[in-house]
Nanobody
Framework: QVQLVESGGGLVQAGGSLRLSCVASGRTFSNYAMGWFRQAPGKEREFVAGISRGGISRYSGDSVKGRFTISRVNAKNTMYLQMNSLKPEDTAVYYC???????????????WGQGTQVTVSS
């Protein structure tokens, strides 16, 4: 089992920045690709960004490209999501996820965190 705990959410004005963190425990962190998802009220969960086990390969959804950056520090068992130029439409609960296979991280990751709320005011 992999346990994932997100932090760093909060209330921010449009145009501002936040950095989310996801700390993993239970298994060897570097054996898992990691990803961020979000879910706004009344909407389906949306893939935000993914990163490979070693951090070399990364990709993100079209809605956040150029604004959000995913990263990880394996020595700290931690993944990050730096969010810049935030918009009200970025308001959602943000979840981190883990899967042994990088190609699966955007579609059906095996492990999920509980989520952290991000609210962007206009």
């Amino acid at each position: 089992q992999v346990q994932l705990v997100e932090s760093g959410g909060g209330l921010v004005q449009a145009g501002g920045s936040l950095r989310l963190s996801c700390v993993a425990s239970g298994r060897t962190f570097s054996n898992y690709a990691m990803g961020w998802f979000r879910q706004a009220p009344g909407k389906e969960r949306e893939f935000v960004a993914g990163i490979s086990r070693g951090g070399i390969s990364r990709y993100s959804g079209d809605s956040v490209k150029g604004r959000f950056t995913i990263s990880r520090v394996n020595a700290k068992n931690t993944m990050y999501l730096q969010m810049n130029s935030l918009k009200p439409e970025d308001t959602a609960v943000y979840y981190c996820a883990a899967d042994p296979v990088f190609s699966t991280i955007a579609t059906a990751p095996e492990y999920w965190g509980q989520g952290t709320q991000v609210t962007v005011s206009s």
